[in-house]
């Protein structure tokens, strides 16, 4: 079992940054890919961005691709993402997620992930 936990969340203007941070209970987090995804209110859950259990492998929407970086630290057993240039329509309860895996993907599909954290908001004004 992995318990996740996000934080970074808040109010921004329109064009600054952020970063969230994801820490994952547990000894085995190396063993986990990760990803984040976004629902805005009335959207359906939308993948964001993930990352191999190394750190070596990404994947980005073409939303947000150029303006968000994904990135972890296995030793400290967190996963991050800085966002830049935020928009208003990036307005949304972001949450990262953790697929047991034993290779070297990345995964974009929100039903492939096994555990969920309970989301944090971030709020882009115009």
């Known amino acids: 079992q992995v318990q996740l936990v996000e934080s970074g969340g808040g109010l921004v203007q329109a064009g600054g940054s952020l970063r969230l941070s994801c820490v994952a209970s547990?000894?085995?987090?190396?063993?986990?890919?990760m990803g984040w995804f976004r629902q805005a209110p009335g959207k359906e859950r939308e993948f964001v961005t993930a990352i191999n259990w190394s750190g070596d492998s990404t994947s980005y929407a073409d939303s947000v691709k150029g303006r968000f970086t994904i990135s972890r630290d296995n030793a400290r057993n967190t996963v991050y993402l800085q966002m830049s240039s935020l928009k208003p329509e990036d307005t949304a309860v972001y949450y990262c997620?953790?697929?047991?895996?034993?290779?070297?993907?990345?995964?974009?599909?929100?039903?492939?992930?096994?555990?969920w954290g309970q989301g944090t908001q971030v709020t882009v004004s115009s």
């Open positions: 547990g000894r085995t987090f190396s063993s986990y890919a």
């Open positions: 997620a953790a697929k047991r895996t034993l290779g070297v993907g990345v995964f974009s599909r929100a039903r492939e992930y096994d555990y």
